[in-house]
């Protein structure tokens, strides 16, 4: 089983690229490939430029890591209440090549945030768009104040009760 994990950041210290590490670890027996959003960095998508330049070479490979896998790992940054500027500008060049972005792969979807409601805006709005675009969104979680129940250090979530949660919820995840 291969899973393809990343955090829906292009921060170089992103909490949700370390919450989507984690996450991805506690699979068993599985292959991961962790994204770095850096490495699908594209012009800012428009109809204009996607005419000039065409479909660009850097979200066909994002769309063929996404195809790579059997589960994707995605813990999305909230930026005002929905997506950050890199994730959305990889999802709106890759919709161009392929409206079904994410393949219908299973899909645990998560967020965290430094504040008390953990990304729970980005969770709802993702959880409603992203099946439109081949999301196959098998479970939720989202991690509240980061700093406080995430361990850096360490790389795992310092909160016993989350750190169940999220385990059980990858313990029973259907691919």
Known sequence: MKIIA????NSSKSINKMLATYA???????????????DFEMP???????KEIGQHETAKKFLAKL?????LVISLAENNGIYSTAFKNIYDWCSRID????QQK?????????????GKGVL????????RHGANIKALFSLPSFYTNFDVENKKISNA?????LKEIVTNFEA
């Open 44 to 50: 800012l998508f428009s109809v204009d430029r996607e």
């Open 99 to 102: 409206n079904e972005v994410f």
């Open 67 to 71: 195809a790579s896998a059997d589960i």
């Open 161 to 165: 009760e989350l750190d169940n949660e």
């Open 6 to 9: 990343f955090g829906g950041s």
């Open 124 to 131: 709802e709005f993702a959880s409603s768009n992203l099946p």
């Open 24 to 38: 991805s670890s506690l699979f068993e027996n599985a292959e991961v490939e962790i994204l770095d959003l850096n």
């Open 106 to 118: 299973p899909m645990l979807l998560m967020a965290t945030s430094p504040g008390g409601r953990g």
